[in-house]
């Protein structure tokens, strides 16, 4: 598979998750987001020696694994690279043991412990603060777009941006209602925000085509997330009930159907995530019956 240009100095290799290269100096490249495991990581590399490039550094735009599994794998090719990421992401990448115990609450069972939520552990460094920058000699913007992640980086390279999860492509947000989100009042923000830059002429989600609507992309994230808080609003107004069980009815609203361990804790988060903005907005409350956390339609 060969490296896809979006413009010139800008490439990316399409896949579950998208890696982007940006030519730095000379042959350097720089790369973001290494995907899930050792097989996209090997063909990034691949596409990247193809290309006659040769890595110069790492840049994570979060720490959820399908976008840094790949760097341990990079890292024995390349020991020297140094590994870049937002504030707080950092921290997670190079323990990311982190990620499962958060979703769990706990140390993590072993079917939690799997690629999806614990990749390999790789050392990461903080990257710099938004704006314009360079890193491993590419010169690059970085774009704050927290809400499905702690914290993370949009990269803007000239008429460029790479959205990462800030933005989600059609088929992947049809293929996944519950959008992951730490904060959902955030993650929206975070989308309507890219509707403010100017000249950009090309959007690359994390998972999905390019396209040079950007305003349209917002639109369709922006739709899907809100469709979430009213089907979350919805399962609330079906009578008290605790986190799993508004998940239960959630599911069902959304056409979901859940088989897997992993799939319940990260659906438990989103739901989680849209009731703390619910109760901020004052829709919701909350409260301890029965030695359980109750939530219900606001009087």
């Known amino acids: 598979m060969s490296l896809i240009a979006l413009a010139p100095g800008i490439l990316y290799l399409p896949g579950a998750v998208n890696s982007v290269v940006v030519v730095a100096r000379g042959a350097d490249a720089l790369l973001i987001d290494t995907g899930l495991d050792d097989s996209h990581a090997r063909k990034l590399l691949r596409a990247v020696a193809d290309a006659g ?11 959820h694994a399908d976008h840094h599994g790949g760097n341990a794998f990079i890292l024995k090719r390349f020991p020297e690279l140094k590994i870049f990421a937002p504030p707080l992401e950092d921290a997670l990448i190079t323990h990311p043991i982190l990620e499962p115990l958060t979703l769990f609450g706990a140390r993590p069972p072993r079917e939690l412990q799997n690629k999806f939520l614990l990749a390999p552990r790789s050392p990461a460094r903080l990257a710099p603060e938004p704006g314009l920058c360079r890193i491993g000699g590419a010169d690059i913007e970085l774009i704050e777009v927290a809400g499905h992640a702690s914290l993370m980086y949009a990269v803007r390279v000239g008429e460029v941006l790479y959205a990462a999860d800030a933005l989600f492509g059609p ?6 209602p519950l ?7 955030l993650q929206k923000q975070s989308a309507a925000k890219l509707l403010e830059l100017e000249g950009v002429k090309t959007v690359l989600p994390g ?4 396209t040079d609507d950007l305003a349209g992309l917002v639109a369709i994230n922006l739709a899907a997330y809100e469709r979430t808080t009213a089907a979350v609003l919805g399962a609330v107004g079906g009578g008290e009930a605790s986190i799993d069980e508004l998940l239960a009815r959630v599911c069902g609203a959304l056409g979901v159907t859940m088989t897997n361990v992993g799939a319940v804790v990260l659906n438990r988060a989103v739901v989680s995530a849209h009731l ?10 909350m409260k301890v019956s029965g030695n359980k956390l109750i939530f219900s339609a606001q009087a």
């Open 276 to 285: 703390t903005e619910l109760l901020e907005t004052g829709r919701v409350q």
């Open 207 to 210: 998972h999905g085509e390019p």
């Open 53 to 63: 490039l040769t890595p110069c550094g790492i840049l994570n735009t979060h720490s």
């Open 179 to 185: 959008t992951f989100c730490a904060d959902s009042g």
């Open 171 to 176: 088929e992947a947000l049809a293929k996944h």
